[in-house]
């Protein structure tokens, strides 16, 4: 067996996974019906995107397609878009039955009183339609009853890997849940400021989906270590073995800007685990940048999102940590997390500040 010196992985920080929420996402099942997985929410997509003009000096140089939310989302101040995956981080094929598919995380801002958690958007881009599903995380009270709990978190980035949904949560680590758990609230739900059970209704904030959260990679810090912040995450489908790469958002001059990436195995698509049950990182890199808000591996080097604030158009840094080439001007205002689509050499992003909200893809070349 390896010593601690002799391993090939970072030691001080770690993340473990907690038990699966199986008893209690089966007696939410009993009361909704069984779940409809991803194919029900595909085959029930409401909202319309739609395709955006692309003009540089509106959605940056690098942007070659881009869409638009309807007018509700696109305005909305209650919920803000932030993390970006892919079918083609999902799939072999790059594409689900067929359909080639975003997934986007929202979180709740909880401007008028009322904090929602998170969600997450499937966006059909052959049909240019989709389906907001809440994230929810159900538990059983002291009497045994279940009841459903928002999932507060940040949700700043996600990872699409095969069945699974790996959401970044901040200092908490990260929250899984499985597609195939999706389940259909009967109805469009009328009560958009309720969430709970009430006999067999279910009210989830005004969603037709939800999706319970399956478990939890918890995250730890080793005695003399910095904490490390999930605040965003992506896929390197390409490494041996592909791997899930976090970082940290970081605004003030002190704070720490890393970028670690964590290997995945690629028969289930969870973290790798040790000897110890533990998941730690491959590489913890220092040279991060101040302000980044995703940053995914393509064309073999690190690219990089940096937001401006609302109005000032959002940058891309790409190349190796401590030493990324700036592109100013690359993205709309308010950029976020970012995905790699590999047929197309595109690289995706979202970006989150109301009547500024696109999904955008940028051609990987323009940051050679």
Known sequence: MSTASESPYVQGVHLQRTDENVREIEALAAVLGEPTGLDGVLGDLKYAVRRARVVPRLLGRAVREAYRWDAYDERDDQWYPQGISTSADSSDT???????????????????????GSRVTFVDLDSGTYRHVLLV???????????LK???????????????????????GFVTARVDDIMRVAGDDDQPDELGLDGTRLHAFGHRYVLPVRFTYQAFTDEGHEKLRYSFTSLDRRSDPPALIAGEYAAGPKATTRLARYPLDPETWQLAVGDDGFSRPLALDDGGVRQMQGAVIAGGRFHVTVSHGPWMPGTVCAGEPGSMRV???????????LSYWPSTDRIWSVTEHPRRRWIVAMDRSSFD
């Open 150 to 172: 928002p999932m507060s978190i940040h949700a700043g980035g996600i990872v699409w890997a095969g069945p699974y949904l790996h959401i970044a949560a901040t200092s908490r």
């Open 94 to 116: 790059e594409d689900i039955s067929g359909r080639k598919v975003v997934v986007t995380t929202w979180y709740s801002t909880g401007k008028d009183g009322i904090k929602r």
């Open 137 to 147: 995380s159900p538990v059983f009270d002291k009497a045994g009853h279940l009841v």
């Open 327 to 337: 592109h100013r001007w690359a993205l709309p205002m308010g950029p976020e997390d």
